[in-house]
């Protein structure tokens, strides 16, 4: 049975860096995918980033691109976050899929795995 535990969310002011981290105890070969989701309050989950086994290394949703940086070892998955604004405030989740594919990444029902998520809030 596999286990996703987030950490690193934690409460910063706009401009500020987070570092999130997804330990999780089956091997990153395991997984075709693993990403990074997001839900802010009163809205519906977005992917963040992924890194896919094929099809690419990695994958940005737009706001991600520039200011994210996804990247992982053997058990565990790590979002750098830089140049935090209000609108990053969310629970982030990370997230695995044994069988999606890289175009499908933002789709979270390839995810089988999920963490209980951690939270960020960007203050200005």
């Known amino acids: 049975h596999e286990q996703l535990v987030e950490s690193g969310g934690d409460s910063v002011q706009v401009g500020g860096s987070l570092r999130l981290s997804c330990a999780h105890t089956k091997s990153r070969w395991d997984y075709r995918c693993m990403a990074w989701f997001r839900q802010a309050p009163g809205k519906e989950r977005e992917g963040v980033a992924a890194?896919?086994?094929?099809?690419?290394s990695s994958a940005y949703a737009d706001f991600a691109k520039e200011r994210f940086a996804i990247s992982q070892d053997a058990f565990e998955l790590s979002l750098q976050m830089d140049a935090l604004k209000p609108e990053d405030t969310a629970i982030y989740y990370c997230?695995?899929?044994?069988?999606?594919?890289?175009?499908?990444?933002?789709?979270?029902?390839?995810?089988?795995?999920w963490g209980q998520g951690t939270q960020v809030t960007v203050s200005s």
């Open positions: 997230a695995a899929s044994r069988n999606g594919y890289a175009i499908d990444w933002q789709n979270e029902h390839i995810y089988e795995y």
């Open positions: 890194v896919c086994q094929y099809g690419g």
